[in-house]
């Protein structure tokens, strides 16, 4: 057999795995559907609106429950019911109340794309930069684009550096003032 033969061979081979595992793939999650990129992409992004809506609805649920139970019973409820933590349900009641204005309602929505968990990230920054984010501006010489590229990791130690650096730059002003 020439060295062609075998290498037409193997690409057929590999061509019908893949195709095999198309169509396997296609009917377990595909609900028997023939694969289209736009239909997927825009179930995807979908799905990222739907699941900040819950963030915030899960939010406004345990600010009221918060409210109305007594002390202790809230951290049995968040741990039970909903299977979270006392952090996380802190910052997903800080998200609902920082995003209950109108003003950031519509910031949350260009920053819906950016997931769950870069949203929260982006807590520590002011109403204003988170805006101005979503505006097209920039939060710490960071775009909304480049922020969307980076890991929840990534963008959490860049914003830690971030506020570092302007502390240490506010300290340096304070000891100036002060001599």
Request: with cysteine.
């Given at each position: 057999?020439?060295?062609?033969v ?45 699941t ?92 909304l ?35």
């Open positions: 057999m020439s060295k062609e075998i290498e037409h061979d193997t690409l057929n081979m590999a061509a019908n795995h893949a195709a095999m595992n198309s169509v396997m793939v296609m009917e377990q999650w595909g609900n028997g559907e023939v694969y289209n990129e736009d239909r997927w992409i825009e179930r995807g992004r979908q799905a990222v609106r739907q900040m809506e819950g963030m915030f609805e899960l939010g406004r649920a345990l600010i009221v429950l918060k409210e109305h139970t007594e002390h202790g019973r809230f951290l049995d409820i968040v741990q039970q019911e909903f299977c979270i933590g006392k952090m996380e349900a802190s910052r997903l009641m800080r998200a609902t109340m920082r995003f209950a204005t109108p003003q950031m309602q519509k910031a949350a929505q260009k920053l819906a794309g950016l997931g769950k968990s870069k949203m929260l990230e982006l807590l520590v920054e002011e109403d204003e930069a988170i805006t101005e984010l979503a505006d097209g501006g920039e939060v710490d010489g960071m775009t684009d480049d922020v969307s590229r980076m890991t929840v990791r990534e963008l959490r130690v860049a914003l830690r550096e971030s506020r570092e650096t302007a502390e240490a730059k506010d300290k340096i002003i304070a000891d100036k003032n002060k001599k």
